[in-house]
Every structure is written in structure tokens, then in C-alpha cells.
């Protein structure tokens, strides 16, 4: 059974991240990224400081609400519901980690977090092996973490309720803020914060018939409540650990309205769409395959300086997509042969 405003939530999301990653090198240097323009644009760096409270939380919300959805219809076991997320989550990240961003860093030199420039390839294995070099495959990291948490206290849920479920994730996501900043190892200490918007998936899973109801009566005010808390939070500069993972609370539940109200009304004409369909489709793997390509694409464009940054920006995200489609094609036909052998053995 499909969930037309998860999946339209998951996709737009997916989306979001390659199209961040296109104006990151155009913003105001920070610590995660290596790679900037000489000179940063202020409206691609407001943009970026605004959408990412709200593009990774949501994408946190739908994986913590597909998670309570397979963990109530899907009678597995604890070690089979770990055994798959491991399949879906860290086998990626090592296979990626492996035979794709180190000998692709390594090739042309790219400069990463906890891989500087310069770095051998043997170097750069034992940085990613230790999971310190991870780019933007942390994500997968942090996905495992919060599911394997979710998945060991899932059975107390019901008894604590939203509201306890909700307190725990709060206590446990400042016990990792305050005290795990040394667990630089596989992105755990960047666990904290995605802890809050999982369980906040998992919370709308389970009250999804009364929260249903409720946002079709209540739509307008609901909608106008939450723009504007976003918009407070995202007015601040700077924020302590708990508002910013309150803040995007407030950006995953606007986000989540907003895919609700589009889905019942375009969802099935965006399906009905060749380029739309195929990207859903196969969006976990444009994301896993976009980066370095949008690295690579950013160095060779930042030579044109005639042009004005946003269209760099735009040429390098169109380019970065239609890359990543030949890649993603070439990988589902590789693996078509790779399944068809057996049978042609036969």
C-alpha cells in the first residue's frame, strides 16, 4: 500500500538535498563543506539556512513514518527489522564508501570534512572505513542510529505515549548534544535532533487517523500557526541545540501539510509524469550517486566567471541531475544483466 504524501514528501525532499548541494559552494563558508565560490551570494546562502531545518527533518519524519508503519504491518522480528534496515542503510553506505566516493574523492583530489585534499587513496579508505569521511552519506548513518533506537524502545511506546515518546527523544538528543561530542565516529554524534523528527513520523503514523480528520477541518489555521513558528525560528540567528531541533519540528509539520494538500489533488498526475515517475522511483539512488558529480561540475563551471552565480547555480543542479539519471541508468541496467545471468546459466 502506497502513502501518496510520504512518498510525494520523500521525493521532494530527495530533490531538495541535490538542489542545496547545487548552491552550497555559493554560500558563506562553513565547516562541512570545502568547496565555495570566491564570492558568496547572500540570497543562495538565506535560502539554504531556511530550507535545510525543513528539507532533513521531513526526510527524518517520512523514514520514522514508513519505520511505525512497517514495524505494525510487517510481523517481523526484532533481529529481521534490524537485519533490513542494516540491508537498506549500511550496506549502501559501504558499498558507496567502497567503490565510489573514496576512489572518486581520491581521483580528483576533492577536499571533504575529515578528507583534505591531498589524501591518499589508502588514507582516504581508513577515513571512510572509520567513518569519519562520510560526505553526505552521514545521512545513512544517522537513519541507522535513530531506527535502531526506535526499534529497541518501540515496545514501551504505547505505554509512554506521544507526549513521553516525544520527552524521550529530547532527553536522549541533549544527552548526545552535551556529552557526545567526541563520537565523531559514523555520524553518531549527528544523531541527535534526527531522534526527535524520526519519533515525530513515527507519532504521526500512529495518531494518523485522528491528525487526518483534524487538519481537514482545521487546514487554514493549522497551516497559518506552524508557517508562522517556522518563520520565527528561521528569523534567528542562531539557536540552541533544543529550539533548532524544535524549529525543525515546526519545518517537518509544514512540510508534511503542504505534501498532505498536494498529494490529494496532484499526486496522481505527477505519477502520470515519465520524468517525475522515474525520479521517484529511483530517488534514493540519485541521491546516493549526485555527490561528487555536483563537486565536479561546481570546479569545472566556477571558471566561468562571465556568468553571475545563479546561472551557475541553476546549470549546475540541471547538469548534476542529467547526470546522475545516466549513472542511475546504467547502475538498474547493470544490475538487470548481473540478475539475469543465473537464468541464462540455466
Request: charged share 15%.
Amino acid at each position: 500500500m502506497r502513502v501518496d504524501e510520504i512518498n510525494l514528501l520523500r521525493t521532494c525532499c530527495l530533490l531538495g538535498v541535490i538542489f542545496l548541494h547545487a548552491l552550497f559552494p555559493f554560500t558563506v563558508p562553513g565547516p562541512f563543506w570545502k568547496m565555495f565560490a570566491e564570492q558568496p551570494d547572500l540570497i543562495a546562502d538565506r535560502i539554504v539556512s531556511s530550507l535545510g531545518p525543513i528539507i532533513i527533518p521531513s526526510f527524518m519524519l517520512a523514514s520514522g513514518y514508513l519505520l511505525a508503519r512497517g514495524l505494525e504491518l510487517k510481523k517481523r522480528s526484532f533481529a529481521e527489522h534490524l537485519a533490513n534496515r542494516a540491508k537498506r542503510l549500511l550496506v549502501p553506505w559501504l558499498a558507496m564508501t567502497l567503490f565510489w566516493m573514496a576512489p572518486l574523492y581520491t581521483l580528483f583530489d576533492l577536499p571533504a570534512y575529515n578528507r583534505p585534499a591531498g589524501l591518499s587513496l589508502l588514507l582516504t579508505y581508513e577515513a571512510g572505513l572509520k567513518g569519519l569521511f562520510t560526505d553526505h552519506l552521514w545521512f545513512l548513518l544517522v537513519l541507522f542510529w535513530a531506527s535502531l533506537f526506535w526499534l529497541a524502545v518501540f515496545p514501551w511506546l504505547k505505554r509512554i505515549g506521544t507526549p513521553g515518546g516525544l520527552a524521550l527523544a529530547f532527553a536522549v538528543s541533549w544527552l548526545i548534544s552535551r556529552y557526545g561530542r567526541g563520537l565523531t565516529w559514523y555520524a553518531l554524534w549527528e544523531t541527535a535532533g534526527p531522534l526527535i523528527h524520526v519519533f515525530l513520523g513515527i507519532a504521526l503514523w500512529t495518531c494518523r487517523a485522528r491528525l487526518d480528520v483534524f487538519l481537514k477541518r482545521r487546514a487554514v489555521p493549522v497551516f497559518t500557526v506552524t508557517l508562522l513558528l517556522y518563520a520565527w525560528f528561521a528569523s534567528r540567528a542562531e539557536l540552541p541545540p533544543i529550539l533548532y531541533w524544535t524549529a525543525g519540528c515546526a519545518g517537518a509539520l509544514l512540510a508534511y501539510q503542504v505534501s498532505l494538500y498536494c498529494s490529494r489533488r496532484w499526486y496522481q498526475g505527477l505519477r502520470g509524469n515519465v520524468g517525475y515517475r522515474y525520479f521517484e522511483d529511483h530517488a534514493f539512488r540519485f541521491y546516493l550517486f549526485h555527490i561528487p558529480g555536483g563537486l565536479l561540475i561546481f570546479r569545472a563551471l566556477d571558471a566561468l566567471t562571465s556568468l553571475s552565480p545563479w546561472p551557475l547555480m541553476l546549470l549546475s543542479f540541471t547538469l548534476n541531475l542529467a547526470a546522475t539519471a545516466l549513472i542511475v541508468r546504467l547502475v538498474n541496467a547493470l544490475e538487470a544483466f548481473a540478475r539475469n545471468l543465473p537464468a541464462k546459466a540455466g
